[in-house]
Nanobody, 118 residues
Framework: QVQLVESGGGLVQAGGSLRLSCAAS????????MGWYRQAPGKQRELVAT???????NYADSVKGRFTISRDNGKNTVHLQMNSLKPEDTAVYYC????????????WGQGTQVAVSS
């Protein structure tokens, strides 16, 4: 089992910045993918960014150039630096860890609220 604990959400004005962090603990494989997803009210959960244990990243088009995902494999943490925030970035942000050994395992954090005022 894996536990994910997020931190760093809050309220910020448009154009501002926030940094989200997620700490993973438990049975973590050396090869995995960690990422951030978000869900706005009335909308489906969507991918924001992912990063593999090898450091390969993937971003949603809507955040490219504004958000940066990073990780520390030694500490099992993943971060999301969010710059130039827009009101449409308002959502609950969820940390995710995906790993596979014979079968796939998918874990989610409890979510952290990000609110961007105009």
């Amino acid at each position: 089992q894996v536990q994910l604990v997020e931190s760093g959400g809050g309220l910020v004005q448009a154009g501002g910045s926030l940094r989200l962090s997620c700490a993973a603990s438990g049975s973590i494989f050396s090869t995995n993918v960690m990422g951030w997803y978000r869900q706005a009210p009335g909308k489906q959960r969507e991918l924001v960014a992912t990063i593999t244990s090898a450091g390969n990243t993937n971003y949603a088009d809507s955040v490219k150039g504004r958000f940066t995902i990073s990780r520390d494999n030694g500490k099992n943490t993943v971060h999301l630096q969010m710059n130039s925030l827009k009101p449409e970035d308002t959502a609950v942000y969820y940390c995710n860890l995906w790993q596979r050994r014979l079968k796939a395992y998918d874990y989610w954090g409890q979510g952290t609220q990000v609110a961007v005022s105009s």
